[in-house]
């Protein structure tokens, strides 16, 4: 089986999120995905999160139909890497093929996650631009990796569709409308539970 692993913050998941979901599926031919909303990640600030329920209920509302939600990452105490969210993926899937999806911002920086080494033999990376870089400098750190790894890398040959959580996040603070970068039922979910409003 063809196995994929998407992991981010998820707060809130986007439109960018899910059509990048479900290229990743498809282009990776893939029999089943995992989304993996993270712990505590290495590489961002905690005050800018909403909480764990809150990001899987999201998660559920907006890759269920065509993914598996994880809290392996949620559920574990202390921060969550990569490296070793791909273990266990690995031990629950030993015969299993693993791929990972990575957007632009997370692809360019893979060389300093813990154990890039590892994560690139662990499984085959799959990425996506989000925002103005050209796709020649995607390719050009793709064939570094490649290079320094071995590691197996495509780079999706996609349009980015511009979303961000923090932009959303300041919107829904400032009380502009976000409705054109999220599903609606995430977006009802944030308003009936007032997430990242100002004032609560
Ligand atoms: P934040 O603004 O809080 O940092 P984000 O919008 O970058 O959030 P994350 O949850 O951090 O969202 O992203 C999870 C993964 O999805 C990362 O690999 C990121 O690069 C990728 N991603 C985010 N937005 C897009 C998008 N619009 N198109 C393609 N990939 C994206």
Not at 109 to 118: F, G, H, N, Q, V
């Amino acid at each position: 089986m063809r196995i994929g692993l998407y992991g981010g913050t998820f707060s809130p998941p986007h439109n960018g999120h899910i059509r990048a979901a479900r290229l990743f599926l498809r282009e990776a031919r893939l029999d089943k995905l995992y989304i993996m909303p993270a712990g505590i990640p290495p590489h961002k600030k905690a005050d800018a999160w909403g909480d764990g329920d809150s990001r899987l209920e999201m998660a559920a509302l907006a890759f269920g139909e065509f993914s598996e939600i994880s809290d392996y990452e949620i559920r574990k105490s202390g921060r969550s890497y990569t490296v070793e969210t791909l273990r266990y993926l690995k031990e629950k899937h030993p015969e299993d093929e693993l791929f990972m999806l990575v957007g632009e911002d997370m692809f360019l920086s893979l060389d300093t996650w813990k154990a890039p080494e590892e994560i690139m033999k662990l499984c085959k990376i799959v990425t996506m631009r989000r925002e103005a870089t050209p796709q020649c400098v995607m390719e050009a750190a793709a064939e570094d990796y490649r290079r320094r790894y071995g590691a197996c890398v495509k780079v999706l040959e996609a349009e980015p569709l511009r979303a961000s959580s923090t932009d959303i996040r300041e919107k829904i603070a400032k009380g502009e409308s976000v409705s054109e970068f999220l599903p609606s039922n995430v977006a009802e979910y944030i308003c009936v539970n007032g997430l990242y409003r100002n004032d609560c």
